[in-house]
């Protein structure tokens, strides 16, 4: 854990830090209930590093006078030690079998498919920092859909188009997204595999 500030000037005077948008988030949600001064926090961040010290004292402990200190500090993480505190004292992972949800799609609906967007290296949070994928071997732009080959040629699509994605919410507001040249639909078995041959 090491302190840092900004050099660049924001892009926008409507661009969001993540702690003001969680902040009005809560504010919009539990206006009558939330004891946290969200405000307070976001106008000083070190209220905030205040609270995670309180919460977790024996490795937060003096977080705002440490975050400062030559050297950083470190976060325990049990993976870097090898120490897993499961039952078998090794590390379980656990493949989920299917990525399907309690939200049925009607027969009639099949051309709505679900989004999900996975992390990739050269980002961390929202900060991209580089527009390549080494994990899924895709390099130049992060305006990639990945599909599986079946959902590509069921809506009769072809891989390297491009493609817009809307929303099947029909609630009077348009959304939208389209990708510069670069990206593209890609099939997601395909890249799986070479992710697999590279290991």
Same mark, same amino acid.
């Given at each position: 854990?090491? =302190?840092?500030? =900004?050099?660049? &000037?924001?892009?926008? %005077?409507?661009?969001?830090?993540?702690?003001?948008?969680?902040?009005?988030?809560?504010?919009?949600?539990?206006?009558?209930?939330?004891?946290?001064?969200?405000?307070?926090?976001?106008?000083?961040?070190?209220? *905030?590093?205040?609270? *995670?010290?309180?919460?977790?004292?024996?490795? /937060?402990?003096? /977080?705002?006078?440490?975050?400062?200190? %030559?050297?950083?500090?470190?976060?325990?993480? =049990?993976? &870097?030690?090898?120490?897993?505190?499961?039952?078998?004292?090794?590390?379980? /992972?656990?493949? %989920?079998?299917?990525?399907?949800?309690?939200?049925?799609?009607?027969?009639?609906?099949?051309?709505?498919?679900?989004? *999900?967007?996975? #992390?990739?290296?050269?980002? /961390?949070?929202?900060?991209?920092?580089?527009?390549?994928?080494?994990? &899924?071997?895709?390099?130049?732009? &992060? +305006?990639?859909?990945?599909? +599986?080959?079946?959902?590509?040629?069921?809506?009769?699509?072809?891989?390297?188009?491009?493609?817009?994605?809307?929303?099947?919410? !029909? !609630?009077?507001? $348009?959304?939208?997204? $389209?990708?510069?040249?670069? =990206?593209?639909? #890609?099939?997601?078995?395909?890249? +799986?595999?070479?992710?697999?041959?590279?290991?």
């Amino acid at each position: 854990m090491h =302190g840092s500030r =900004g050099q660049t &000037r924001p892009a926008s %005077p409507h661009l969001l830090s993540e702690p003001k948008i969680v902040a009005e988030l809560a504010k919009a949600t539990l206006p009558s209930r939330s004891t946290i001064a969200w405000d307070e926090w976001i106008a000083d961040y070190s209220k *905030i590093r205040d609270a *995670i010290a309180k919460t977790y004292p024996e490795i /937060f402990h003096d /977080f705002n006078a440490r975050l400062w200190q %030559p050297g950083d500090f470190h976060r325990p993480l =049990g993976a &870097r030690k090898r120490e897993w505190k499961t039952e078998t004292g090794k590390a379980n /992972f656990i493949a %989920p079998t299917s990525l399907a949800t309690d939200i049925d799609i009607p027969p009639e609906q099949r051309d709505v498919v679900q989004l *999900i967007t996975p #992390r990739s290296n050269g980002q /961390f949070n929202t900060t991209v920092y580089n527009y390549d994928d080494r994990f &899924r071997g895709i390099h130049g732009s &992060r +305006h990639v859909v990945l599909m +599986h080959r079946n959902d590509i040629d069921r809506l009769d699509l072809k891989e390297g188009e491009m493609a817009a994605l809307t929303t099947a919410v !029909d !609630d009077g507001i $348009e959304r939208r997204v $389209e990708g510069p040249a670069g =990206g593209g639909l #890609r099939d997601s078995r395909r890249l +799986h595999r070479q992710l697999l041959s590279g290991m």
